[in-house]
Structure formats: C-alpha cells, structure tokens
C-alpha cells in the first residue's frame, strides 16, 4: 500500500510530503459533472454503486495519497427526523430547523449500521477496488462535529453569523447540551462503524467552528467533539480534526482530539503548528483560491506552505478548504505531482 498518508499522520518520516484535497471529487471534474446530470447529490451518495465510482474518480487522474469517500456531512441528520435536500447553486436546505427545545425534544437516536448502511456498503465496495488497484491509496472516512452539524441543523442551510445557533446556545445551554450530546453519540458511533466497514483514517469537519471564540469553543463545543474522538480512540486509525478560520482556537481543538490537525489558509502554517504543538501533525493549507491564479502563481503559494513544514515529519499537504467549482483540473494535476517533486530535507 502507498503509505506515506498514514505514516505522516502518525509522524513517521516519508520519502515525500503526501497530499490529498478536501473536495477532490466534485464539480471541478467533468466526469463528476456527467454523473451529476443525471443523478442528485443525495442519490449519488445513498446509491454505493455511484458513490464508489465517484469516489475513485480523481484517482485515475490526480496523483494523490489518499481516497476520500464520496459522502455528505448531513446525512446523519435524516435518520435523526430532520429532512433536507440539496438546492442547486444555494447548498443544503432543511425542510423544519431547530427552533425550540420542544422540536429537539422530538429528535430520534438511531444506529447508523441500519439507517446509514449504503455509506457502510460504499466503503467496503471502495477497498475491495482499491486493493485490486495498482496504486493501493488508503480510503478516508468523515463525519461532522456537533457545532458545525448543529449549525445546519438551527439555521436551516448556510449561515454567516450563526445567529440562531449562537442565540440557543446562550438562552438554553440545557437543550444545546442536549442536542450536542446526541449528535456526538450518534456520529462517535457510525465513525466505529466506518472503521468497522474499513477506512483506514477518519476527519472530524468542524468548519464553523472558528465562528467561536476560545472560551465559547471550550464551554459549549469542545467536551461534544472530544466525546467523538474519545469513542474513536484504541481502533487503530488515525483522526484529523479540521475547522476553517480557526488560528484562535488550534489548541482548543488539539486539546478536544485528532493525532492531526488541519488549518485553514488564513494562518502561516508553520504559526499554526506552534499553536497546535509539535507532538500533533498538520494538515494543510494552500488557500483553495490560488488554484484559479496562474500556475507559477500557484506553485510559489504551495512552495511557501512545504517550506514553513521545513521538512519537519508530520505534514500532510492540503487546501485550507475545498477545492472551488471552477478550479481546472489541470491545476489540480500540477499542484499534486509539485508537492511530490518537492525534496524533504532528510529524505533521498
Ligand atoms: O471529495 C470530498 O471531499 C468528499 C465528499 C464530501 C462532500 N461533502 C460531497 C459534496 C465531503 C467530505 C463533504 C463534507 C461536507 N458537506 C462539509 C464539510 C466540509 C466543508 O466543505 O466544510 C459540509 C459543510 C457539507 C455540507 C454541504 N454539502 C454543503 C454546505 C454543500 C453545498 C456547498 C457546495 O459546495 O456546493 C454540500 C454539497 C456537496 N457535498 C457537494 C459535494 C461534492 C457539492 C457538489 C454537488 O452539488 O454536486
């Protein structure tokens, strides 16, 4: 197996700095858009057939470390009792948000090895290809912390001031708690059961998170998601926590759990390994917006991000977030075959 991911994760030396991308299967990539035609998002995810194949779309193309599963961050959310869909051009829509501690009083726990089995079929479907694959990458699973979901969940879709979610978690902090506690039950649950089907790294996305400041953070998030990394830990598998726009809150979120920890682009990357502290990984963090710029353009961002690693074991490259919709692939192709050029300073 291509290894190099797993053993950055646990701070292994490597002959070249990894890298996957956040979104690497996606619109970007016109073979995605072709199943998309004809196919919604939420068919391609509940439908493993369609789920492997896009998940190992950019694998063919892009020389990347790792496979990420074609999934969404929501899907736990149906099974709880709350319905939504996916607008095209405007993101996730929930049919009935959160408003009251009455309608979280109404949410359902459930296990995920039922409700969510087609997520757990992808997965198995997935290894059996890449095992069959010449270039054996290891698969990623993922679910969502408990205040980035939570936050869908109360506003309804995006939001950029997280108003309402903020407004409960400060007038009742009991249904807040309440809601947290369940959501970090239900995901701690169905990542085991991710595992269990076979991926061999897990990312937590809290990327709202950063919309709190530390001591917020600490009181009203951080015993939640490290409920979720706590239910995790003796499988085996490495965990990356990730959040965007989260440089006040690094070491809040080591301090929560993840043997990585992914930064956004708007921290130095070698500042942000500081705040997170060297015993921790790092994953990250090329602004996803430098991909649309032109190529030297791009490459001398990506330079700027492995020298401030300085070779230091531990780095996993990545965008700060998702690639864009508009990004060519061309670029992304470029990007990743750079980082594997660039030389570790200890490596031959
Ligand atoms: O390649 C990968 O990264 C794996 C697939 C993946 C998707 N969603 C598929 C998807 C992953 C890891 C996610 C996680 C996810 N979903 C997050 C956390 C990551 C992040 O972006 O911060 C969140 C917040 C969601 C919820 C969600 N799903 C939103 C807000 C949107 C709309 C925004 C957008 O990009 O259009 C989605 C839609 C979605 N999920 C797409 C994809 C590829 C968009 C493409 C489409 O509509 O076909």
Redesign the pocket.
């Known amino acids: 197996m291509k290894d190099r991911f797993l053993r950055a994760c646990r701070r292994e030396a490597v002959d070249r700095t990894p890298v996957w991308?956040?979104?690497?299967?996606?619109?970007y990539m016109p073979e995605?858009r072709e199943i998309?035609s004809r196919h919604s998002?939420l068919d391609?995810?509940k439908n493993p057939e369609l789920a492997t194949i896009v998940?190992l779309q950019?694998l063919r193309r892009i020389d990347v470390d790792a496979a990420?599963?074609?999934?969404?961050?929501?899907l736990p959310l149906e099974p709880m009792g709350i319905p939504f869909d996916?607008v095209?051009g405007e993101?996730?829509a929930i049919e009935n948000p959160l408003r009251t501690e009455a309608d979280i009083d109404k949410l359902k726990c459930f296990e995920p090895r039922e409700a969510l089995a087609h997520v757990l079929k992808t997965i198995r479907m997935v290894r059996v290809q890449l095992e069959g694959a010449a270039d054996n990458v290891p698969l990623i699973g993922?679910g969502?912390a408990p205040f980035?979901l939570a936050s869908?969940a109360i506003e309804g879709g995006?939001s950029n001031t997280f108003a309402l979610t903020k407004a409960l978690m400060y007038s009742n902090p009991r249904a807040w708690h309440r809601l947290c506690d369940m959501l970090a039950s239900i995901v701690g649950e169905y990542m085991k059961a991710q595992i269990e089907a076979g991926v061999q790294a897990i990312?937590i996305?809290d990327?709202?998170a950063g919309a709190l400041n530390s001591a917020d953070y600490r009181e009203f998030v951080l015993p939640h998601t490290r409920r979720i990394f706590d239910a995790m830990r003796g499988m085996g598998v490495p965990t990356i926590h990730f959040g965007?726009g989260t440089a006040a809150i690094l070491a809040d979120m080591r301090a929560a759990g993840g043997d990585v920890i992914g930064a956004d682009w708007r921290i130095p990357l070698d500042e942000a390994w500081e705040r997170i502290g060297y015993d921790r990984a790092i994953q990250g963090n090329l602004d996803p917006t430098l991909l649309l710029a032109p190529l030297d353009r791009m490459l001398a961002g990506a330079d700027a991000v492995l020298q401030k690693a300085n070779g230091r074991p531990g780095h996993i490259f990545n965008l700060g977030?998702?690639i864009l919709?508009t990004t060519s692939v061309e670029h992304v192709q470029a990007l990743a075959q750079h980082v594997h050029r660039y030389r570790l300073a200890h490596a031959g």
């Not at 991308?21 to 619109?27: E, H, I, S, T, Y």
């Not at 990420?68 to 929501?74: M, T, V, Y």
């Open positions: 991308f956040m979104r690497q299967a996606g619109r995605y998309r998002l391609i995810c998940t950019p990420i599963l074609f999934s969404d961050l929501l996916f095209r993101g996730p993922f969502g980035t869908y995006h990312q996305f990327s709202w965007t977030h998702g919709p």
